[in-house]
């Protein structure tokens, strides 16, 4: 168990909707990760908040945004769903107490998101 | 911007044989960290070891250990004494210091044999 949580485990909506991820990193991370696992695409890197702020952005998609609260919590809302962005969306969660440095990234148990 | 390369897509070993996994990559950076992370079939990814691009002492973890090769800049790792809960997908991956995404490889599927 790494310590980052994820909700819900899995998602099966339809086309046209809008979900939201869950993600809770370890205990004292300041930075949550967002990555896509899909099989045409393999792991992707979406986005990262530091200590509530965005901080980089990969390759993720205008319908897509994210937010990191006080509590240090994540989210991440995908609207007007496609069919391909079923796939599996990890967080990942990393210590970097410093701003200027980096530090190994736990990853949560992914929410599996399938659109019909 | 930076590759990761993993040219074996499957690999297969024997219980309790060495393997080793290949992963090569591509950058102009000269701090940087590499991972190599393990994906069973439960699709949890799992951290198996880390090496610091300024170390020259090959990480070990255990069963698991690198070498590490920055001028070829190559990253492979070898399991030793497999077991079956070794099975898995396993990424190699790169990450630029003071950089905030991972660069994945591709994986490699590795099957254990009884």
């Known amino acids: 168990d790494s310590g980052v949580t994820q909700t819900p485990k899995h998602l099966i909506t339809a086309t046209g909707q809008r979900v939201t991820l869950r993600c809770s990193p370890r205990?004292?991370?300041?930075?949550v990760y967002w990555y896509q696992q899909s099989l045409d695409q393999g792991l992707q890197f979406l986005i990262q908040y530091y200590n509530g702020e965005e901080r980089a952005k990969g390759n993720i998609l205008e319908r897509f945004s994210a937010q990191q609260f006080p509590d240090l919590h994540s989210e991440l809302n995908l609207s007007s769903l496609e069919l391909g962005d079923s796939a599996l969306y990890f967080c990942?969660?990393?210590?970097?107490?410093?701003?200027?440095?980096?530090?190994?990234?736990?990853f949560g148990p992914g929410t599996r998101l399938t659109v019909l | 911007a930076q590759t990761v390369t993993q040219s074996q897509p499957e690999m297969s070993v024997q219980e309790a044989e060495t393997v080793t996994l290949s992963c090569t990559y591509d950058t102009s950076e000269s701090d940087y960290y590499l991972f190599w992370y393990k994906q069973p079939p439960s699709r949890q990814m799992i951290l198996v070891i880390r090496?610091?691009?300024?170390?020259?002492q090959n990480a070990t973890e255990n069963r698991f250990s690198v070498n590490f090769q920055k001028a070829a800049k190559s990253f492979s790792l070898k399991i030793s004494d497999s077991q079956l809960g070794d099975a898995a997908m396993y990424f190699c991956a790169f990450l630029n210091f003071g950089n905030e995404k991972l660069t994945f490889g591709t994986g490699t599927r590795l099957t254990i044999i009884p």
């Open positions: 990942a969660s990393s210590t970097r107490r410093v701003r200027t440095s980096t530090d190994t990234q736990y």
């Open positions: 205990s004292g991370d300041l930075s």
């Open positions: 090496q610091e691009a300024y170390k020259q």
